[in-house]
């Protein structure tokens, strides 16, 4: 990294650990750990789809697993949220590796493979709407406890803190694919997979091991839900609405480039919250809510239209950011 | 060092290569010559293991490479271009070049020193930072060219490197792939630019409907009966006897 690159990181980083205290309101709070955690996720999104082209529907099915593999074991077996949070991150990894073999032996590719993501995930609802350990469609809740050793807090700054570590290590993680010989290869394979082959890449084998690593990553967010909500249910775990939300970031932001799940992340909640408040402001508009989403939509449609690489896509950097030596 | 013996390969009822038996020598340089659907990229492709072939074996260096995926071919050091280039397009030159480079070391550091050298082999130094889709057919050709050239193979196969390109052009890449060759890699190129083919190739296979129909010497071959009919239509060959210019 330049040194230009590192200073505009380090203030960056400085930026999102002060960010609390300059902010103090817990609304302030709150929506820092919604764009931080979203950022999060849809990096973990961006790993498999933004750097090697894996585009999944249903990325949100590594989080339910990790959401209910961390409640269960928890609540009924009575393991220490810290301690459950690894497993969650294994079942991910454990969930992507098996849809990872499964759909690329058989040779599934580009919207098959999206199919096949949305399709595991629906499959999750419905398990875990039916199956008695998760309780269908009740859902589990935990036990309100709030100590640190139980991974719960009193101030949610620390659950802002925690998604901001999450966001940092995923987005460190991204940056290292684009600095390494498994990134270079995802890219190959993203960018053309019979050449990428001709070059030697067992391209199989390395998109496994993405789909693998991205799935424990967005794994281990379902712990921090299930700890800061104390509650998780199918539609929440298994709702196709994360996994769009995961992929809006990353597409809105620029998919395939460190920064841009969080920049989408940024824009997508700071305009959330913008057009949520537009309704009332015009006179004689009892339900704000149904424009408000007419707003957001037609944004988003401007944004896709107008910025098909996303906002990075405007700094132009995308084939220098991986440069020389 | 490469031997093909009895490969065939057909799709549905048609034998796009039957019962095609070929060898390359180390050091040497070979080319595959045909009209078009001759078979030619069939052969490379089934050789590259990204077809795999119905009948026949792949030999390389006594191994038996028949069938293998194409990244376990690339491993045992035979490398390919596409006839039809396959840039890596929304990556920069350099970029596409470190992929080929990264198949012999996992260090960044190498695989771009790697990348930067076999560049400016093949005159593409000044274009490293331009994205791959932004080069002409020429660059293209050369990013093929420099990719495959990256994963220091042994053998490399050319599918119609020089295709589309201007008789400069042509001259260039000739003059590199020949200082490829010295520089001790194996060469089996197909082409059509029969300038290029005669001032390279030691000797030369012709194809004509998945078989081959002669080899030998490139001068031998341009005169041989059966390639002037496989190219000018059956007849061909008498009639250019009698008649020369009139044929």
Known sequence: ?325 | MLEVSGLSKAFGGLAAVDQVSLDVGSNEIVALIGPNGAGKTTLFSAIAGFIRPDKGSVRFLGRDVTGLPPHRICACGIARTFQITQPFARLSVLENVMVGAYHTTRVRREAAARAEDVARQVGLSRQLDMRADALTLAGRKRLELARALATRPKLLLLDEVMAGLNPIEVEEIVSMVRAIGKAGVAILLIEHVMQAVVSLAERVYVLNNGRVIADGPPAAIATDPHVIEAYLGHGAAARLKRGGAHA
């Open chain 1, 1 to 325: 990294m330049s040194r230009q690159g590192l200073i505009l990181t380090g203030v960056g980083v400085l930026a999102l650990i002060a960010y609390p205290w300059v902010f103090r309101s817990n609304y302030a709070i709150n929506v820092g750990f919604l764009v931080l955690f979203a950022a999060y996720l849809g990096q973990t999104w961006n790993i498999a789809g933004g750097f090697a082209g894996q585009t999944s529907f249903g990325h949100v099915v590594f989080f339910g697993v990790g959401a209910y593999v961390s409640a269960i074991l928890h609540t009924t077996y009575g393991v220490n949220p810290w301690l459950a949070w690894p497993f969650s991150a294994l079942a991910g990894a454990c969930v992507g590796w098996l849809i990872g073999v499964l759909s690329y032996r058989a040779g599934l590719k580009g919207s098959y493979f999206a199919l096949i993501t949305l399709a595991v995930a629906e499959v999750g609802r419905i398990l875990a709407n039916s199956v008695p350990i998760t309780r269908g469609g009740l859902g589990i809740l935990v036990r309100a406890d709030q100590r640190a050793a139980n991974f719960q807090f009193k101030d949610p700054v620390w659950f802002y803190y925690v998604a901001l570590a999450l966001c940092l290590l995923v987005m460190f993680i991204a940056w290292r694919l684009t600095r390494t010989r498994f990134g270079a290869r995802l890219a190959a394979i993203r960018e053309n997979e019979d050449a990428a082959q001709a070059l030697g890449i067992d391209s199989f084998r390395e998109k496994v091991k993405c789909l693998t690593l991205s799935g424990g990553l967005c794994g281990a967010g379902g712990t921090v839900y299930v700890q800061k909500y104390l509650y998780i249910d199918p539609s929440i775990a298994f709702g196709v609405d994360k996994s769009v939300e995961m992929l809006l970031v990353s597409l809105i932001g620029g998919a395939g480039t460190v920064l841009g799940p969080l920049i989408g992340s940024g824009v997508l909640h700071v305009m959330g919250e913008l057009t949520r408040d537009l309704g009332n402001m015009l006179p004689g508009v009892s339900n704000a809510q149904p424009l408000s989403i007419i707003v957001y939509g037609a944004i988003l449609i401007a944004i896709v239209a107008w910025l098909p690489d996303g906002l990075m896509g405007l700094f132009g950097r995308r084939s220098k950011e991986v440069r020389r030596a």
